[in-house]
């Protein structure tokens, strides 16, 4: 980019990448801050803990998304890795986590909005290790693919809100594998 620094160019993507994280997330993430309010506890301070683990992320993939030299393999390589991912124990434990957030409660409840937000941290992260692969997906079809984004949005909700949409992750894992092959 002319004119522009680096570290702006960094900035300025990682900011892109934490926006539609957040958009792409507020769905999955809603039924985690009615429950931690109905528990009394300061959704201000969840939900930016939460939002803290995603603009972590955010700035990972920006690095890189800058860092990828475009190739013909990149695509491929992208969405064999998210394809992998979801047959991953890793997966499935992230997965299990983000579709109880009772239980999560329960074990873990740190009270005053310190302990909101340390919690909204372990559940986002959590759900970075839940999703990290299937959002990196979107550095192969375009990171600012509206269809692409609103397809992962749904995909998201569907694994951790839906009942029973935990088993979608294994044909996705394997549509992911086809689309890296073709």
Known sequence: MVGVTYPTHVTHLSLTWFAMMAAMMAPTVWPWIRSFHRFGGSTLSFG????????G???????????????AMIAPLLLAV???????????ACL??????????????????????????????YCVGCCWALMATMI???ATNAVWMVVLAIV???EQVVPRGDVLRLPLGFAL???ALT
């Open 140 to 142: 192969a079809v375009g």
């Open 177 to 179: 594998l086809v689309a």
């Open 82 to 92: 998210a394809g992998l991912y979801q047959f991953a124990p890793l997966k499935r």
């Open 156 to 158: 998201t909700f569907v």
């Open 48 to 55: 930016s803990g939460y939002l803290a683990a995603w603009l």
């Open 57 to 71: 992320y955010s700035v990972l993939a920006a690095g890189l998304q800058i860092n990828l030299h475009p190739s």
């Open 96 to 125: 299990t986590h983000c579709r109880s957030p009772f239980s999560y409660f329960l074990a873990r409840w740190r009270g005053g909005p310190i302990g909101g937000f340390r919690m909204g941290v372990g559940h986002g992260v």
